[in-house]
């Protein structure tokens, strides 16, 4: 469908940033449809499609290939098509049932409105009819969206809360300035989005990073268009668009700080019909790729082209339509034609869709549903949720400021406690607890890993600490920051440490990490001769469909099991492997605990380094 819409710009330009501008005559209605929120957005997507009667349904059909894998299909003058949706819509265009497959997964979704049908209340996902998501809409007395909260329930009710939205509503006179507040699956709340409304303009402002930090929109022919945005992506860059009397595009002008970075021009015939896009390179000073786009009687893309600056014409695409009474189209076909050297190629048919469209008519009515119950666990995120998440957030602004300072205890300096618990340093924070026996006695000792405020590259430190048991309760007997990488040294798989046993008098130390590429780590440690040391590592390391590397080392007899296997795979995943194992005894001074630290020893096995 991308192609139905040749400049996306010239129709609504805002809808990538969140805002999309078709406007309602209720003022409350203006304001829900440009708050970014993605269930109301989802309702409306549809609504370019058509022609400004009253559609309500379509099935929609593509042309089928050999590799498609989809079940639904339909004839149509002998060729096969695929069924890629079915949508209802209520008659002002908005979605209000929808079937279709993803993933070879078919889903359902379902939009519930109040009885007026003016406010959209839930959207109800059904995968597979087992897994349920639910986006649940709640308004305020001026029927101002308020709250947003979805969740997933599974097959045997589990419960899954995804996230949770406050739109907190302030107004003076003509001008309401509204606050987004997100609150994730880790309750910890971003940074706030405020929206303020003072027709015809609409300001939004976001402190993240990486996105616009200000962005400045106008009400034109019922749009709201973009007019300036500022530190677009980066700081001191500002993007700046003009428009026709039409409410059409003509420039789009990027600026860092204060100087031109990159320019776009667009042009129209008299009667519209064609419209031109001129991009500039060479920091917007120099013409670069020129698109032409040309439309038919009813606005519809029936040729694209692009020339690039050095005039060497691109590929040719073109469209054929079929419409039906109401000049909504119900059959496309989109060729492409190479270009070769100037030279223009055969026309290739490259798809063809159906639209089996029905209008409103006295007949049909909107489909009805039942809206379920909300459930008790939602209602109680409603009531919690930010309250938590401010206070999750005053622990974690009170930590920045220690880490910032160093003003936080390096070690655990208590020696003593009545309860493991007490031994936590302030900002420190417990991940695991083990117990077992570890010396010749017969008490259990603990051993305990703690996230410590100790900034490092990459991430924080971790400390490990073995507790003995005395008569009035524990004792630290010894802790360490070496054998537990840090909360960052993953990779991108973030914190390495994959837990904590022990396991035949050791402590037994896991760590996970990597990219494509993944490694394991398995490493234990002994008390003996009166100190802590590694006594055996288990390492694995590699990425399928390309090689795996296994080390079994007991550093105590020195005995090493090697395995190397490489691995080849085709285009369907299917793997041709070759193996090479080999038992070695490479003797070595054993390590202390203290001074270990995971992955960066080597040896030298087959002429090449290998690391524990």
């Known amino acids: 469908m991308k192609n139905t819409i ?51 349904s379509v099935f929609s059909y593509q042309l089928a290939k050999a590799k498609d894998k989809i079940e639904k299909t339909k004839y149509f003058d002998g060729k096969k098509f695929n069924l890629l949706s079915y949508i209802e819509y209520l008659p002002d265009g908005r979605k209000r049932y929808q079937e279709y497959e993803y993933d070879q997964i078919d889903r359902i979704e379902q939009y519930h409105y109040d009885e007026a049908f003016k406010n959209l209340l839930l959207l109800e996902q059904i995968e597979d009819h087992k897994r349920f998501t639910y986006h649940w809409l709640f308004y305020d007395k001026d029927q101002i969206l308020a709250e947003d909260i979805h969740y997933r329930i599974y097959g045997n009710n589990e ?97 860092k700080n204060n100087t031109l970075e990159h320019k776009e021009e667009y042009s129209y015939s008299e009667d519209g019909k064609e419209r031109i896009k001129q991009d500039y390179h060479m920091r917007g000073t120099q013409k670069s790729t020129k698109t032409t786009g040309r439309y038919d009687a009813n606005n519809n893309l029936i040729f694209k082209q692009s020339i690039e600056y050095t005039g060497n014409p691109l590929s040719i695409e073109t469209f054929e339509y079929k419409y039906d009474s109401e000049k909504n189209w119900t059959e496309r076909k989109s060729y492409r034609q190479s270009v070769n050297n100037g030279i223009v190629g055969e026309r290739i048919l490259v798809n063809i869709e159906i639209r089996e469209i029905t209008y409103y008519s006295g007949t049909n009515k909107p489909r009805q549903f039942q809206l379920p119950p909300f459930p008790a666990q ?70 305990a890993v703690y996230e410590t405020p100790i900034l490092v590259d990459p991430g924080y430190k971790h400390c490990l600490a073995v507790y003995k048991k005395t008569d009035n309760g524990w004792r630290l007997w010894h802790q360490t920051t070496s054998p537990v990488l840090s909360t960052q040294a993953g990779g991108m798989m973030g914190n390495p440490f994959d837990g904590i046993a022990i396991k035949r008098k050791c402590i037994v130390i896991n760590h996970f990490g990597g990219s494509r590429q993944k ?37 105590v007899t020195g005995d090493i099991l090697v395995d190397y296997a490489t691995e080849s795979c085709d285009e369907n995943g299917f793997a041709d492997a070759t193996k090479r194992e080999e038992k070695l005894k490479i003797k070595k001074a054993l390590q202390l605990m203290d001074v270990f630290t995971p992955g960066e020893n080597e040896i030298e096995i087959w002429g090449e380094l290998w690391y524990y």
């Open 519 to 555: 490694w394991n780590y398995t490493h234990r440690y002994r008390f003996q001769n009166n100190n802590w040391y590694v006594i055996g590592a288990t390492i694995n390391f590699g990425a399928p469909c390309d090689y795996f590397k296994t080390l079994d080392y007991n550093l």
């Open 378 to 447: 939602a209602d109680a995120i409603r009531k919690t949720i930010p309250q938590l998440s401010f206070a999750k957030q005053e622990r974690i602004n009170a930590f920045d400021k220690v880490v910032e300072s160093g003003n936080f205890e390096r070690e655990i300096t208590l020696k003593e406690a009545v309860a493991i618990d007490d031994f936590t340093p302030e900002f420190w924070k417990r991940v695991k607890l083990v117990y077992g026996n570890l010396d010749a006695d017969a008490d259990e000792e603990a051993v």
């Open 159 to 255: 419960f899954d809360y995804e996230g949770y939205t406050q739109y907190l509503k302030k107004s003076i006179g003509d001008e309401h300035m509204i606050s987004v507040h997100n609150f994730d699956y880790d309750t910890i709340p971003e940074p706030a989005e405020t929206y303020i409304f003072k027709f015809p303009t609409l300001t939004k402002e976001t402190p993240i990073l990486g996105q616009t930090r200000k962005s400045t929109y106008k009400m034109m022919k019922d749009y709201y268009l973009p007019v300036t945005f500022n530190s677009y992506v980066i700081d001191g860059r500002d993007v700046h668009f003009s428009y026709d009397e039409k409410g059409r595009i003509i420039a789009e002008i990027w600026l």
């Open 6 to 56: 040749f400049f996306l710009k010239l129709i609504c330009i805002s809808c990538f940033t969140g805002i999309c501008g078709l406007v309602q005559a209720q003022e409350q209605s203006k304001i829900n449809q440009n708050l970014g929120n993605g269930t109301i957005l989802k309702s409306y997507e549809d609504d370019h499609l058509f022609k400004k009667q009253k559609v309500y």
